[in-house]
DNA sequence: CTATTTTTGTGCTCAATAACACGATTTATA
DNA sequence: TATAAATCGTGTTATTGAGCACAAAAATAG
């Protein structure tokens, strides 16, 4: 529901009209919830609104973590470079989530870097001001320890089902999961985000030609259907089977 | 040195003694040295210890966490069953490190196990005296913060080299692990753990036999040798070179 | 100390998937 | 809208690393 307002008000900006304090104070709930009344001021005066474009970076490995970010608007992916120029596709992120802030907490740089999926409106939030508020309010120090910890278990069983699961259960384990994360649109079968065959490759830990081969038969197989980078979801059931057999 | 005289105690404890309070307070510091008084008395009341045997098993995948673990002494990993009992090692821990309690923050069941490479001493905190803990005491959660912050980074880091990286690159990755895990004995260059090959295997994510079949050619090529379980590190840089380019 | 089980080492085969090439199509841009 | 650039689709080939079998050696249990 804010989220609605949020994306309408996305829209007037492009009309060049900003979003005001109540309506970002509202996205932000997680982080502002928890705070009494001198914290909220602090924070209201710290935090900044960024716009990015499609494809456009937001941080690099290897960068100095400076802010927490939260992504209001768009759709961003983290992700890292690895040997030969592969990139891996570590995590996607939707409204309202919080990202940036682990590399600051762990006192190293980014060993991941981020950029838009697609036009994207970000709240940054100075890492000093963080820690000072996490240091007070003893309900967002909790925030943060329960993100990483389901980030942290996320990462544990990701990494062994992308080493050890097949071609066919790790592209279909990726469909199944960006279907859990952005949803469907209207018709309950269309993936709500259009990738290219190359970041659902990096997502998936295989190279492009093999996503486009891999996916082609999915749809011979009348689990999916294809139309360009729209994808249809047509036997949820027997993906998960393929996913989790590997 | 405070480990050291905990590793006597542990010898102690096989004639029948068992570690005392101000002992074990030593080695959980960590945890100890942010409480307050009355916190103390609280955690003081709350914590047992356990000895677990060479490969004895200490929790499974899908069990419910219920208690913070302190390693005291031995070693300890942290692993996942994969397709086809194949199983990757996460992490691997050493005295004092503390486990167990993410499950428990990121409200699930574990989805790793742990088990004991080498006889293991362990503490153990019931979780919610953790969680009341941590919500009184900011720098108790600012040190939760931090350490799961620096496992997601090196999660985030392992995933890509584990999947991109080829054979040769993987096991000498493991080495340089192991080595900075659990360092070097008297003579600078043994690993201080011994492991099975297919322990490296399942560190490395390869079959046994390819553990097998690489350690030998890294010995033959002067990087290492071997001697049983016993691995030498003869060529440090040249692993490290290995390792990077994959 | 002996018997049994587990681990190690090695050879061989084969499937999975990366790499490469290239034309067709779509998308972005001037 | 024209042109360039990126993406997609498909065929072919090369290579990595898994799978399996089996003997030797070592560790463990009785």
Same mark, same amino acid.
């Given at each position: 529901?804010?989220?609605?307002? *949020?994306?309408?008000?996305?829209?007037?900006?492009?009309?060049?009209?900003? +979003?005001?304090?109540? &309506?970002? #104070?509202?996205?932000?709930?997680?982080?502002?919830?928890?705070?009494?009344?001198?914290?909220?001021?602090? +924070?209201?005066?710290?935090?900044?609104?960024?716009?990015?474009?499609?494809?456009?970076? *937001?941080?690099?490995?290897?960068?100095?973590?400076?802010?927490?970010?939260?992504?209001?608007?768009?759709? #961003?992916?983290?992700?890292?470079? %690895?040997?030969?120029?592969?990139?891996? *596709?570590?995590?996607?992120?939707?409204?309202?989530?919080?990202?940036?802030?682990?590399?600051?907490? %762990?006192? %190293?740089?980014? =060993?991941?870097?981020? $950029?838009?999926? /697609?036009?994207?409106?970000?709240?940054?939030?100075?890492?000093?001001?963080?820690?000072?508020? #996490?240091? /007070?309010?003893?309900?967002? $120090?909790?925030?943060?320890?329960?993100? @990483?910890?389901?980030?942290?278990?996320?990462?544990? /069983?990701?990494? =062994?089902? @992308?080493?050890? !699961?097949?071609?066919? %259960?790790?592209?279909?384990?990726?469909?199944?999961?960006? !279907?859990?994360?952005?949803?469907? /649109?209207?018709? &309950? $079968?269309?993936?709500?985000?259009?990738?290219?065959? &190359?970041? +659902?490759?990096?997502?998936?830990?295989?190279?492009?030609?093999?996503?486009?081969?891999? @996916?082609?038969?999915?749809?011979?197989?009348?689990?999916?259907?294809?139309?360009?980078?729209?994808?249809?979801?047509?036997?949820? &059931?027997?993906?998960?089977?393929?996913?989790?057999?590997?």
């Amino acid at each position: 529901m804010l989220n609605n307002t *949020i994306y309408k008000q996305s829209y007037t900006y492009m009309g060049k009209k900003e +979003l005001s304090e109540a &309506e970002i #104070v509202g996205c932000i709930s997680e982080l502002w919830q928890p705070l009494n009344e001198e914290q909220r001021n602090l +924070l209201s005066k710290q935090f900044t609104i960024q716009h990015y474009k499609k494809n456009e970076m *937001i941080y690099f490995e290897g960068e100095t973590p400076s802010h927490l970010m939260a992504l209001l608007s768009g759709k #961003v992916k983290i992700f890292r470079d %690895g040997v030969g120029g592969r990139s891996q *596709i570590i995590r996607v992120l939707k409204p309202v989530e919080y990202f940036a802030y682990r590399a600051y907490f %762990g006192g %190293g740089n980014f =060993v991941t870097a981020a $950029a838009a999926f /697609e036009p994207s409106t970000i709240c940054t939030i100075p890492m000093d001001t963080i820690t000072q508020l #996490v240091n /007070e309010n003893n309900e967002l $120090a909790m925030f943060f320890i329960k993100q @990483l910890s389901k980030d942290l278990g996320i990462a544990d /069983e990701r990494t =062994v089902n @992308l080493t050890q !699961k097949h071609i066919r %259960g790790r592209l279909a384990e990726s469909l199944i999961f960006l !279907k859990d994360s952005y949803g469907l /649109e209207e018709d &309950e $079968a269309t993936l709500s985000i259009y990738l290219s065959r &190359e970041d +659902l490759a990096n997502l998936s830990n295989m190279t492009t030609s093999n996503a486009i081969r891999t @996916l082609s038969n999915f749809a011979s197989e009348k689990l999916i259907s294809i139309d360009g980078r729209k994808i249809k979801i047509l036997d949820e &059931e027997r993906l998960k089977k393929i996913s989790k057999i590997g």
